[in-house]
Structure formats: structure tokens, C-alpha cells
């Protein structure tokens, strides 16, 4: 049970009772996973006594499987219960025990009141590409060049050509070139040479990267010259990519790429409504809830860096450097306050359309998302955290909400659930960790 203790602007406290009868469950399931996955020598699965199988996984570990089992389940509830959209907050759990009520108190941010404009009389006009046969016959010919095979030649090089090339020098490589997709300094340079000839081929200065590269000439070895062979377009080449007859080929190609149309036309209809929809808002957007999104997408950014090997600090100094700091800095400010608008203007949609979305649907959801990314439900709610959970709930509420007014204007759509678990981590991430003050219950 969640009661609202006090509401001052966008502050907020309250507080969830959970009962006895609901812990002591909390309590029997961590100890009945325990039972199951815990190895005790002596003991067959399942009847090791809880004494011993606490001495192997740790004095504290089941109080703390269960407030954050519990924490994981009622925070989520009790926000959708006060109807309390959190930008922020902090977790107090009160102690836990077996066989009592556990109460845990939480402080938070609401997002800032919005006012959106009349996007009811809104005149999309983005629509699917038309699919003409001239499209029909480039994708047919975009095909039947990517299955093109190559012969060798003995003769001079044409435009058309895959030539294999032997870098000199000792980093060099043997590597093939296609004439028709080169760079034109490497496509004029080879044209005419022949297979033994060595060729230099001047590379003019260029920026790759955040790296100026300057003029530099490179030395090859032609070491093989081939050329391209098209397939006509009949039954043998659609048999070739399965197809029984280049009727059925060309009757498939053209649903397949009509449907991506209509998919490409969908997507820039909602753009569209949401530019129009973010463009009528009326918000005062409080600057902490700026910073935080900015902190949240800088980490991110920390994090992608760091997969790749480079340490932040190394990537700061480089743009310093370039005298690029400042401009980096202002285009991510300049992101996050839009990505900040633009969830802003669905939260208020959804709430002016009184979207919700019910237990049942909001638990298949996450079931099918923990399948889609090979875990549990159970893994999945620990590894999101309670402000994870809570995050992705709020994606499916907009989600909701955005095609429910597209419906309105006439622009079909059906509602879909977010599929991927990174997106409901990215939400999460967005400033938005919950903090307790002798727990974690999000890690």
C-alpha cells in the first residue's frame, strides 16, 4: 500500500507498507532458489538446512535478495499507484524481517508540468515512398550486381574491374579494389595498368575520424585483374537466391520492399507528430533535470569509448587539443534538452489520453522482452533495477499514447512494445538511478 506523505512542486515523499503475508513469499522464494542452486557436500539438492546453506552464501545475502526482490516489485507499483511520474529518487528501506510488514520510504522529482497545443487538428503530410517498377527493376539490378562474379583477365584494367592490389612496404597488404566503388585518386591511378605492374597511387590529404591525415603516395603491386560477369535477370538467376522463377522473385521483391515503405512512412509520420508535438509544448524545464540527462548521455559516451579501448580522459585532452571541447560539449547539451522535450510532450500525451497499461500486459511485456534477451523475469527486473522497471513501464505508457493519437489523426499504427532491453537501460540510465541509503537495490 502506498500513501503520499507530502507534494511541494515537483517534490515528493512517500511512503509503501508491504505486508507480512507478502514478505514472508519474498522470503520463500529466495530460499526456495537458494535450495535449488546452492551445493551443499553431504546434503542432495534441496535438503541442505538453511543454516548451512547460509554459512556458504553469506551472512545478509537472503535480507538482501528479498528487500531487493520486494523493492524491485512495490516501488514500480506504488509510482503507478500515486499516478507519480519520477524523474529521480531515493529509496529508504526500513529494516527487514521475517514475518513483519516492510515499509520503505521514497523521496523523488516529478517531471515539470507541460501544456501541449492542439495536435489534434495536426496535418501530417510524410507518407510511404511509392514503389514504381523503375524501383522495382534498380533493386533488381542492385541484386544481380552484388551477385556478380569476377574471371580473371589478361588485359589492361577497365572500369568495371575487382583488382587485387600488394601494398608495399613493411605494413603492406594484398587486398582486392572495385574500380566502379574506388576512390577516384585509386580508380585513376590503376585504370590501364596490368596485372605485374607497379603503380603509385597519391592519396591526397583527408580527415578520418577526428585524424587529419596529409598527402601521402602509396606503392602497389597489381597482382591480379578480374572481371565482373552479371548473371541475366531470368529463372537462373532467381534460382540462384531460391526463388522457383523470376516472376515469383520480382512478385516477392516488390512486397518486401513495399512493406519496408510502409515502414519507412509510418516512422516518418510519427516524427513528424512528435516534432509538431514538441514544437506547441509549454514547459519550464528545471535545469537539474537538464544536467542529469546531459550526465546520463556524457556516461554513456564514456562507456562506448571505453569498449573501444580509449580512455576518456585521452579523448578529452584530444578534442582540447583540436579546440573541439567546446563544441562537443554544446551539441550534447543542445541533445539531451531534446531528448528531454520530447519525453516531456508523450508523458503529457499519454496522460491527456489517460493511456495505462494494465498489469497483465505490462508483465507479458517484460516476459517476452527477458526471452528476447535470453534470460529470466526475474534476472531481467534485477539487472533493470526498481527505476529500470519503472523507466521501461514509462516507454510502454508513451508508446501507447503516441499510437493511440496517430490512430486519432487518421494514421493507423498499432501499439507495439519496446522489444529490446537496452532501451528500457538507456531510460534507466538517464539520471534516473534510484539511491538507498544501506542498499542498491537497482545493482
Not at 65 to 91: F, G, N, P
Not at 122 to 150: G, H, M
Not at 213 to 235: E, F, I, N, R
Not at 242 to 254: I, P, Q, V, W
Amino acid at each position: 500500500m502506498a500513501e503520499l506523505m507530502s507534494r511541494d512542486g515537483n517534490k515528493v515523499e512517500f511512503k509503501v507498507s508491504v505486508p507480512a503475508a507478502e514478505v514472508n513469499r519474498a522470503y520463500d522464494q529466495v530460499w526456495a532458489g537458494l535450495s535449488r542452486d546452492v551445493r551443499v557436500p553431504g546434503f542432495r539438492p534441496g535438503k541442505a538446512p538453511r543454516k548451512v546453506i547460509e554459512s556458504r552464501v553469506g551472512k545478509g545475502y537472503v535480507e538482501q535478495e528479498v528487500r531487493d526482490r520486494l523493492l524491485q516489485t512495490h516501488y514500480t507499483q506504488a509510482a503507478r499507484e500515486l499516478k507519480l511520474s519520477l524523474v529521480d529518487a531515493t529509496i529508504d528501506p526500513q529494516p527487514l524481517a521475517s514475518g513483519q510488514a516492510f515499509e520503505f520510504r521514497v523521496t523523488g522529482e516529478t517531471y515539470p508540468e507541460v501544456k501541449l497545443g492542439d495536435w489534434k487538428g495536426a496535418q501530417l503530410t510524410s507518407a510511404a515512398p511509392e514503389i514504381t517498377d523503375e524501383v522495382l527493376e534498380r533493386t533488381l539490378s542492385d541484386l544481380q550486381e552484388r551477385n556478380a562474379t569476377f574471371d580473371s583477365v589478361d588485359r589492361p584494367i577497365e572500369a568495371s574491374d575487382q583488382v587485387t592490389i600488394e601494398e608495399q612496404g613493411e605494413d603492406g597488404g594484398t587486398y582486392p579494389v572495385y574500380l566502379d566503388v574506388a576512390e577516384p585518386h585509386v580508380r585513376e591511378a590503376l585504370l590501364g595498368k596490368t596485372k605485374g605492374d607497379t603503380v603509385e597511387i597519391t592519396v591526397p590529404a583527408h580527415q578520418h575520424g577526428d585524424h587529419e591525415h596529409p598527402a601521402h603516395t602509396v606503392t602497389v603491386k597489381v597482382v591480379d585483374v578480374k572481371t565482373k560477369q552479371l548473371q541475366d535477370l531470368g529463372d537462373e538467376f532467381a534460382g540462384s537466391l531460391n526463388f522457383e522463377s523470376m516472376e515469383r522473385l520480382r512478385t516477392d521483391l516488390r512486397a518486401e520492399l513495399q512493406r519496408r515503405a510502409a515502414q519507412e512512412g509510418d516512422s516518418a509520420r510519427r516524427e513528424e507528430f512528435i516534432t509538431h508535438l514538441v514544437d506547441g509544448m509549454q514547459v519550464a524545464i528545471p535545469q537539474a533535470l537538464l544536467d542529469r540527462r546531459r550526465e546520463a548521455m556524457l556516461e554513456e559516451i564514456k562507456d562506448d569509448l571505453g569498449r573501444q579501448g580509449v580512455k576518456w580522459g585521452e579523448y578529452e585532452a584530444f578534442m582540447k587539443e583540436q579546440d573541439k571541447l567546446g563544441d562537443f560539449m554544446a551539441d550534447l547539451a543542445k541533445n539531451a534538452e531534446s531528448r528531454v522535450r520530447r519525453d516531456l510532450a508523450l508523458e503529457q500525451l499519454a496522460e491527456d489520453l489517460k493511456v495505462q497499461v494494465s498489469d497483465a500486459e505490462f508483465n507479458q511485456t517484460m516476459t517476452m522482452l527477458a526471452q528476447s534477451n535470453n534470460l529470466t523475469p526475474q534476472a531481467l527486473q534485477k539487472q533493470l533495477g526498481p527505476n529500470g522497471i519503472n523507466s521501461y513501464y514509462t516507454s510502454l505508457v508513451r508508446e501507447k499514447g503516441l499510437q493511440q493519437a496517430l490512430s486519432q489523426l487518421g494514421q493507423g499504427g498499432e501499439y507495439a512494445a519496446p522489444a529490446q532491453a537496452e532501451d528500457a537501460q538507456s531510460d534507466a540510465a538517464q539520471g534516473e538511478e534510484a539511491k538507498t541509503d544501506d542498499t542498491k537495490p537497482e545493482e
